[in-house]
């Protein structure tokens, strides 16, 4: 997610702005068990940290921090945010929008999948490799938490 996350804010001034129509402006957050897994990466010479926030089949957070937040990211299952307040980029639409963007097919199961395996950091960095970045990820953390306390905003 995080690698998703860097490239596609990285591409967003190619990309529309705003939801396209189908996608839900905002996606209804469940209330349920999240598990949150803290992690540095190092992409292409830059250290961040950051955070990802699972509820299962359900939705998918990020957030990427250096001193300042880099960017952050939600994924639900029939759409995907990313923003990157830094560089004034943003990119909302579906899977197929995310998948020309990346040239890589990417579907949410896939995204949960690769975030919620026990060798999550190996496969973000497969992921960041096939779409050429050099990528280094180290998870610091995995617990389990009961109340949702990571909103989404804009």
Same mark, same amino acid.
């Given at each position: 997610?995080?690698?998703?996350?860097? #490239?596609?804010?990285?591409?967003?001034?190619?990309?529309?702005?705003?939801?396209?129509?189908?996608?839900?402006?905002?996606?209804?957050?469940?209330?349920?068990?999240?598990? #949150?897994?803290?992690?540095? @990466?190092?992409?292409?010479?830059?250290?961040?940290?950051?955070?990802?926030?699972? @509820?299962?089949?359900?939705?998918?957070?990020?957030?990427?921090?250096?001193? #300042?937040?880099? *960017?952050? *990211?939600?994924?639900?299952? !029939?759409?995907?945010?990313?923003?990157?307040?830094? @560089?004034?980029?943003?990119?909302?639409?579906?899977?197929? !929008?995310?998948?020309?963007?990346?040239?890589?097919?990417?579907?949410? !199961?896939?995204?949960?999948?690769?975030?919620?395996?026990?060798?999550?950091?190996?496969?973000?960095?497969?992921?960041? @490799?096939?779409?050429?970045?050099?990528?280094? #990820?180290?998870?610091?953390?995995?617990?389990?938490?009961?109340?949702?306390?990571?909103?989404?905003?804009?």
């Amino acid at each position: 997610m995080a690698a998703v996350l860097l #490239v596609g804010c990285w591409s967003t001034r190619q990309t529309a702005t705003t939801a396209p129509a189908g996608v839900v402006a905002e996606p209804e957050v469940p209330q349920r068990q999240l598990t #949150v897994t803290t992690f540095t @990466a190092t992409v292409n010479g830059i250290s961040a940290s950051g955070q990802l926030r699972v @509820a299962e089949d359900s939705v998918i957070w990020v957030s990427v921090n250096k001193l #300042v937040e880099l *960017g952050r *990211g939600l994924a639900t299952k !029939d759409s995907v945010w990313l923003i990157a307040p830094i @560089a004034n980029g943003e990119f909302a639409g579906s899977y197929d !929008d995310l998948s020309r963007l990346t040239r890589r097919q990417i579907s949410y !199961d896939d995204l949960q999948a690769i975030v919620t395996a026990e060798d999550a950091d190996m496969q973000i960095e497969s992921l960041a @490799a096939s779409l050429g970045l050099e990528m280094k #990820v180290y998870i610091t953390g995995r617990r389990k938490v009961k109340k949702l306390t990571f909103p989404f905003k804009k």
